[in-house]
C-alpha cells in the first residue's frame, strides 16, 4: 500500500525501545483525547483515549500523557515491536461539539514510527 | 466497536466525473462521518451525516462538491463530484461509539 506519511515528521527507534510520540493539539476546551495508528493501506485504528480530567492512563504497553497546560499530549509505546511500524495520530474531540461530539474529531499532524529490527 | 466496510476500496477516475463511495456499519449508528485524507497528510473532516437530516459541512467543504446520502442507520454514501487531480485523497468513513470514533478501512482515489 502507499504510504500517507510522505511529509509527516518520523521517528526511528530500535526493537525493544520505548518510544514517545508528542502532539500538540489546538483547543484548551477540547474534553477528550485518542491516539490512533494507521499502518499502510488501512483506516486508523484506536489505541488509547483520555478524558482531559485526567493526566495519564495506561494500556498494554502504551501510556498517554495529558498536559492540559501546554496542550500536550504523548504516547509512550514500551518494548516497541517492528509490527508497532506505522503513522500515528492524536486526535482531540471539543467538548459540546454542536452536539455532534461522539466522532467528530480533530486529527493532529500525525508521526511516522519506524521500527528496526 | 463497530465493524465497518466501504467500497470501492480504490479507484483511478479521470476528471470531470463522479464517484460514489459506500459505507456499511454492522450497527445502527446514530451519526455517520466523512473524512478526507490527502496525500502525506493528517485526516480533515468533510461533513457529519445524520439519518433524515441533512448533512452538516465542515468549513471548505460544499454539498454540491460533495453530496451525502444517509437512507438509513447501517449505510451512508459520498459523492466527490465533477472531480479533479486536487480530489486525490483517501476518503474515510467513520462512526462514532461511545466517543470513540471508529474507521472503515478507506477508498483511495486517484483523479488523473
Known amino acids: 500500500g502507499e504510504s500517507v506519511g510522505l511529509h509527516l515528521p518520523t521517528l526511528s527507534v530500535q526493537e525493544g525501545d520505548n518510544s514517545i510520540i508528542n502532539c500538540a493539539y489546538s483547543?484548551?476546551?477540547?474534553?477528550?483525547f485518542i491516539w490512533y495508528k494507521q499502518e499502510s493501506g488501512k483506516g486508523p485504528q484506536f489505541i488509547i483515549d483520555?478524558?482531559?480530567?485526567?493526566d495519564k492512563r495506561q494500556g498494554q504497553r502504551v501510556t498517554v500523557l495529558l498536559n492540559k497546560t501546554v496542550k500536550h499530549l504523548s504516547l509512550q509505546i514500551a518494548a516497541t515491536q517492528p509490527g508497532d511500524s506505522a503513522v500515528y495520530f492524536c486526535?482531540?474531540?471539543?467538548?459540546?461539539?454542536?452536539?455532534?461530539?461522539?466522532?467528530?474529531?480533530?486529527f493532529g499532524q500525525g508521526t511516522i514510527l519506524t521500527v528496526h529490527p | 466497536s463497530a465493524v465497518i466496510s466501504q467500497k470501492p476500496s480504490r479507484d483511478i477516475c479521470q476528471r470531470g466525473t463522479s464517484l460514489t463511495i459506500q459505507c456499511q456499519v454492522d450497527?445502527?449508528?446514530?451519526?455517520m462521518f466523512w473524512y478526507r485524507q490527502q496525500p502525506g497528510q493528517s485526516l480533515t473532516l468533510i461533513a457529519t451525516?445524520?439519518?433524515?437530516?441533512?448533512?452538516?459541512?465542515e468549513s471548505g467543504f460544499v454539498i454540491d462538491k460533495f453530496p451525502i446520502s444517509r437512507p438509513n442507520l447501517t449505510f451512508s454514501t459520498l459523492t466527490v463530484s465533477n472531480m479533479s487531480p486536487e480530489d486525490s485523497s483517501i476518503y474515510l468513513c467513520?462512526?462514532?461509539?461511545?466517543?470513540?470514533?471508529?474507521f472503515g478501512p478507506g477508498t483511495r482515489l486517484l483523479v488523473l
Open positions: 486526535a482531540e474531540r471539543l467538548a459540546n461539539a454542536g452536539g455532534t461530539s461522539y466522532g467528530k474529531l480533530t
Open positions: 450497527s445502527q449508528v446514530t451519526m
Open positions: 451525516a445524520n439519518q433524515g437530516s441533512e448533512a452538516t459541512y
Open positions: 483520555i478524558r482531559s480530567n485526567m
Open positions: 467513520s462512526v462514532g461509539t461511545l466517543g470513540v470514533g471508529y
Open positions: 483547543n484548551s476546551a477540547s474534553d477528550y
